[in-house]
């Protein structure tokens, strides 16, 4: 199995030097079968399973979340939260269920099980990946924000896509820890991680069967000159979200904005950071502390 397969690119050719080698090391683990990919808790699993079946109820919902009481406390948290704002208390998982709905369950519970996968497995790894999970969940904040005020895009999905863009990094994380240069150099690791996040976030992804749209997220969301015929979609929204957040390379400064296609996409002003109104901060805030 490859890590990167495309007819018309070869990736290495694309990577700094540090990047390469990195991207090498993964490469032959994934082809030695020794690379960890992490992995999705069981009753997130288990939530995406029950929700495809047609025949599912609240109930059933409710009985699955059951079996992993953090995540289901958490559940309870965001439907009581101000993102909902229920005119009565939502007092148990049935009632968060019926009053959110299956769908927006599905998308929360795995959202709210992101926080689990990124538990680092050493102290040499708790800092940075700490690092990466404030910036997911900055991401995702965003994200769902700007799907509010674009037509077609569902909030939760959108909070999801910000919540998994950056899922490779943890395992070029992993990998870097090997490099004892490289790991302990803040700007080189960055950057190697940017390179490298999307190639393995794809293969990630796949590895827990995520639908195409956000397998697509993670493949091109530091891709911005990317742009199809299609209709906006969520990379649109978490590219915007990622360059109004400022969590980009300096080189993609507003005056750059312009030349990325997903902002005419989604029909926003390049001269307006979302992210600066006043009423858009509270809502980013609320989610925030909701997945907090």
Not at 15 to 38: F, G, H, R, T, W
Not at 82 to 100: C, F, G, K, S, W
Request: some cysteine.
């Amino acid at each position: 199995m490859k890590l990167y397969n495309d007819g018309s690119n070869n990736v290495t050719t694309k990577l700094s030097a540090k990047a390469e080698s990195l991207y090498n090391d993964l490469q032959e683990a994934v082809e030695a079968d020794k690379l960890i990919l992490p992995t999705l808790p069981e009753v997130a699993l288990r939530i995406r399973d029950v929700v495809e079946c047609e025949n599912s109820t609240a109930h059933d919902i409710a009985d699955a979340l059951a079996q992993d009481a953090s995540l289901a406390a958490r559940l309870v948290k965001v439907a009581n939260s101000p993102l909902y704002r229920t005119r009565n208390p939502i007092e148990d998982l049935q009632m968060a269920v019926t009053r959110l709905g299956i769908r927006i369950v599905r998308d929360l519970v795995v959202g709210l099980a992101m926080k689990q996968i990124f538990q680092a497995t050493s102290d040499a790894l708790d800092t940075h990946s700490k690092s990466i999970w404030s910036k997911s969940v900055d991401a995702a904040a965003i994200s769902r924000m700007m799907a509010t005020l674009v037509s077609g895009i569902n909030p939760e999905q959108a909070l999801l896509a910000g919540l998994i863009h950056n899922i490779g990094a943890l395992p070029v994380l992993v990998q870097a820890e090997n490099d004892d240069d490289l790991f302990h150099d803040e700007a080189a690791l960055g950057g190697v991680i940017y390179e490298l996040q999307g190639v393995v976030g794809e293969l990630i992804l796949r590895h827990w069967k995520f639908e195409k749209q956000m397998i697509e997220v993670v493949k091109q969301c530091h891709n911005f000159a990317y742009d199809t015929d299609d209709q906006a979609s969520i990379v649109d929204l978490v590219q915007v979200a990622l360059l109004q957040g400022r969590h980009v390379p300096e080189a993609l400064s507003p005056e750059c904005w312009l030349h990325v296609p997903a902002f005419s996409r989604l029909g926003l002003d390049v001269e307006v950071n979302v992210v600066d109104i006043e009423e858009n901060k509270e809502i980013i805030e609320d989610t925030k502390m909701a997945l907090s």
